[in-house]
């Protein structure tokens, strides 16, 4: 049995047992904060391109109303961060996490959310907000995935057909779109004519994705609208990349936090690291350019003896089952998930 399927059925006997409403209630999970953390919502197929990524907008609802009917206590992050070190959380504390503000949290996440009156903070890198182009890594995979069942041709890409039939070929694809960007040193608007040259290369409408803005950041007027209503806007890198060496990193922060408070009136404090990814220098880094928080994609609750530069998260995905995502609220989950080690980071401190 796959790991994921030996974990439901532990769960699913944890919660036919009744153990999910003792650990939920405990003292035990009060001192502990679960950080949820999303990406996209369809507003097509994504969910069925890349389901880590993106889940339909009916499983998002699912989420929020399970959320809603265990009396989860669905805290802004700020709030949650300081209670935590404070010793002073609610039951079943939850904070909401979207990285890097794709422009359909705008159209599917935030009316879910606003229905059900829980806040939720996005992590957004501003080097491609504002631009009226997808994201060029998710784009070129999901123009391929949109291809699938093909042998193509491309000499631009490979002098070989792309191989568009198997998950290999499409993985070996996408490679090889990135490393003739990688290769060429493309500019911004050189991926996006990349992107487009490609996609009429495989017979995709192009046209539509980018009309149905697919895969594409916030505008700046959509976050200051998503900011007066209440959503918290935090760094997540300007250009989605964390670089090895203090200059380059120190700017990346500063250029993002400068254009989120441009848009939102406000310096951000909490951060993300993007793709999960961190080193041992990032932790005293961000200390000295005054980020309170940071969130890694480490499995975990969070307690008091974390660091809170080193906040665990769970990330949900299409293939969460119920008892899974009921599994994190009450904690039980925490119980039986591997964890990726940070110790090498915490030992920067």
Not at 67 to 95: F, G, I, N
Request: glycine share 6%.
């Amino acid at each position: 049995m796959r790991m994921r399927s030996i974990k439901n059925v532990c769960l699913q006997v944890g919660r036919s047992a009744g153990g999910f409403p003792v650990i939920g209630g405990s003292r035990w999970r009060r001192r502990r904060l679960l950080i949820l953390c999303y990406h996209g919502i369809s507003l097509e197929d994504e969910h069925v391109w890349d389901g880590s990524l993106y889940l339909s907008p009916a499983l998002l609802a699912d989420r929020l109303r399970l959320l809603k009917s265990l009396d989860a206590h669905v805290l802004p992050l700020t709030e949650a961060v300081e209670r935590l070190y404070a010793d002073d959380l609610p039951p079943r504390s939850v904070a909401i996490t979207f990285d890097d503000g794709y422009h359909d949290f705008s159209e599917r996440a935030f009316p879910l959310l606003a229905d059900h009156g829980f806040p939720a903070t996005v992590y957004l890198p501003t080097a491609n907000c504002g631009r009226e182009a997808p994201v060029f890594g998710p784009a070129c995979s999901y123009i391929l995935w949109r291809a699938r069942g093909k042998s193509v041709s491309v000499p631009e890409i490979d002098k070989d057909a792309l191989e568009l039939r198997t998950a290999a070929g499409l993985k070996a694809a996408v490679k090889a779109v990135r490393a003739v960007a990688r290769r060429d040193n493309l500019s911004l608007a050189d991926k996006n004519a990349l992107l487009r040259r490609l996609a009429a290369a495989v017979g995709v409408d192009y046209g539509r994705i980018a009309d149905r803005r697919l895969l594409q950041i916030m505008n700046p007027s959509e976050v200051q609208r998503l900011s007066a209503e209440g959503v918290d806007f935090e760094l997540h890198t300007h250009r989605h990349r964390t670089p090895l060496e203090y200059g380059a990193f120190k700017e990346e922060i500063e250029t993002n936090r400068a254009r989120l408070h441009e848009m939102i009136g406000r310096a951000a404090q909490h951060f993300c690291y993007p793709d999960g990814d961190y080193a041992p220098q990032f932790v005293p880094w961000l200390g000295e350019l005054g980020v309170v928080s940071a969130t890694t994609c480490d499995p975990g609750l969070a307690t008091r003896a974390t660091s809170p530069l080193m906040l665990p998260r769970f990330v949900d995905t299409s293939s969460a089952s119920p008892s899974e995502f009921e599994g994190w609220i009450c904690g039980a989950a925490s119980f039986i998930t591997p964890r990726r080690s940070y110790a090498h980071a915490v030992a920067a401190l």
